[in-house]
Each structure stands twice: as C-alpha cells, then as structure tokens.
C-alpha cells in the first residue's frame, strides 16, 4: 500500500475546510440527496461525501456503508485531493499497487472500483471528495464523470451555503445584541444608572391603565435632595455628580425587583410602586430617607425629602399622580427636610 503525500497546500486546506464547521456534525437531507444521485447516476453501491481531515477522513453523507469514517492513511480521497481539478479513478484497486493490500480492499468493504471528483473550494482547495465506490472492477464512463463533478460542486455550493446561514444567524446576534443594548441605553440615565424619565412616564402610565383597570395599588414617591445646590456650589459638580450616583444606588437598594427607580429630572428623582398602597410607600420611603441620611459623607452631609401619593379616583393620568407626590414633597420641605410626607 502506498500512502497519499499531503497536498503542498496542506496547512492551507486544512484551516479552510475549518471554516465551514462541518466536520462531526448530523446527517443532513441536502448532502443525502447529492450521495443518492451520485450512487445512482454511476451505478454503484457505495456513495460518499468524504472530508479529509488531519489524520481521518469522515463522512458527511453515505450510502451502502456503516462506517462514518477511516484513517487517512487507507482513505483514497486522500489520493483524489492531490489534483483538485480531475476525477480520480482506481477501476481495479487489486491491479493498482497504491491500494492492492490496502485494507479497505483486502477487508471490508472490498473495494475494487473507486472515483473520486474533489470538493474543491473557490481558492482551489480539495476539501474532500464525492465518491462511488463498487466491489467489483469497472469503468467511469465520460458522462458519468461530468456528473460526478457537477454533484461535487452541488457538494461545494451546501458548504458555502452552510457558512453563510452560520454568518447570518452570527451577525442576527449580534444586531439584537446591539439592538437590546441601544434599547437599554434609550431607557437609561447615563450617570445614575436609573431609568430615564421618558421611559418612567411610559412605565407609570401602564401602570395607572392596570389599576383603573383591575384596582390594583398603586404609589409613588417622589424624591428631592436638601440643599443639593448649595453642595456643588462649595463643592463642584463632580461632587455633586458623585453624591447623585450614591443616592440612586441606595434608592435600587431599597427598591423591590417590581418597583421602578428613575431619574426624574435635575436632583429629582422618583420611585413608583406597583401593588402599593401609600401606608407601604411611606414604609419605603422612610427606609431610603433613613439609609441617605446614613451614608458616610466626606464633603459634607446629605439628605432627602421625600413626597408619598397614592393612585385613586382624583388621579386620571399619570401627571396627576405625580403633581400630587410633588404637592407632598413641598410639605416635606415645607416642615424642615429631611423627611418623608
């Protein structure tokens, strides 16, 4: 028996039939249907769609035999892809010194005919072949041979269409990806990390529509930081920035997984309370007050006034709502700050 040489471009070949990962995958109705065609089109009892890899070759697709592969070093599609233009022919593997003790004609299957058309890539690599195989010696005829070919590049044309199904479903990823992200990010404060006011008036809207609809509770607080000016004017901006970015972590801290914290605006800043009545939102908001007033503060101490309303008849919309969180908020600061009303 003599083995195969590999082909010049082996390195070459190998990381392009890795590109199409193909190799190890299910049995697949297109490949099927060529290794049918092939089998019959030749008359043959054995059809392969064989891809050579580093030391094996495997079979994508095959007819007439059990085996899902072989060593490469018996594999005569390793001989068929040193000449990725031609269809290679052994009419009678006993009287060809290649393969005359090879054990795939020695031992089962007992191949005798073989022809081989390459599986050949645009740069010109030889991926693997489609091939017939019979147990008795014959010719391949002209005709045969051109279809042989033409099934091969069928072959070709499943990989290629495989590998831009695999690009497609990757970039579909990665749009959606990037579409949830500029979704989160249209939604989202860029400094406190709360949502923005836009998507806390869709929110509160929906959530108003349920308890009209259903009677379900529902509350708001509305939050304002004590003399929050003052402190950027003594202590700058970015102070003033870093004191916001605490406060909005303690409100998420004390938010529950169905409540919404949002930035209302400025140094505003709201939580609304979905299946809340005002008794459990004051419970709520004394909780965040008292957290603030809590937090170590090295510039110098802060904390909030907080304005509690409940949804109810006199509450249409959810500007209603909140200007009667807002009128509660001024009595909070109204009655010296730093409290919840």
């Known amino acids: 028996m003599i083995e195969a040489p590999q082909p010049l471009t082996e390195a070459a070949r190998l990381a392009a039939l890795r590109t199409y990962e193909i190799l190890d995958t299910s049995p697949e109705q297109a490949y099927d249907d060529i290794t049918f065609l092939a089998s019959q089109i030749c008359d043959t009892p054995i059809a392969l769609v064989s891809l050579v890899d580093t030391d094996r070759q495997w079979f994508k697709s095959r007819i007439g035999l059990d ?20 269809v290679f022919v052994v009419d009678d593997a006993t009287e060809d010194e290649r393969f005359a003790d090879n054990p795939l004609v020695a031992g089962d299957p007992e191949i005798r005919f073989y022809a081989g058309a390459p599986i050949t890539t645009s740069e010109g690599h030889a991926l693997g072949t489609l091939c017939v195989i019979d147990t008795k010696p014959r010719r391949l005829g002209p005709d ?11 072959v070709m044309t499943q990989l290629e269409l495989r590998r831009v199904v695999a690009e497609l479903e990757a970039r579909h990823t990665e749009l959606e ?7 989160h990010l249209s939604m989202t404060d860029p400094l406190t990390s709360l949502v923005n006011r836009r998507a806390l008036m869709a929110f509160l809207h929906a959530e108003l529509e349920r308890h009209k ?23 700058g901006h970015v102070a003033g920035d870093e004191a916001l970015e605490a406060i909005s972590r303690t409100l998420l801290n004390v938010s529950r997984r169905t409540d919404i914290a949002a930035r209302y605006g ?17 419970q709520i908001a004394e909780r965040f007050r008292t957290e603030v007033a809590g937090l170590a503060w090295p510039k110098g101490r802060i ?4 304005g509690v309303a409940e949804a109810n008849e006199n509450t249409p ?15 909070a600061k109204a009655s010296g700050r730093n409290r919840v009303a």
């Open 213 to 235: 609809r259903y009677g379900h509770d529902l509350a708001v607080a509305l939050i304002d930081l004590d003399d929050f000016k003052p402190y950027n004017d003594a202590h």
């Open 177 to 183: 990806a990037s579409h949830s992200e500029l979704a």
């Open 303 to 306: 904390t909030v006034s907080v």
């Open 144 to 154: 045969e041979a051109r279809a042989l070919q033409a099934l091969s590049r069928q």
């Open 317 to 331: 919309t959810p500007e209603s709502l909140i200007e009667a969180a807002d009128a509660a908020l001024y009595q």
């Open 266 to 282: 400025g140094d505003e800043l709201m939580l609304v309370l979905p299946d809340t009545n005002r008794h459990g939102a004051v």
């Open 67 to 86: 085996a899902t592969g072989t060593d490469r070093s018996v594999a005569f599609c390793a001989h068929a892809i040193l000449d990725p233009s031609e």
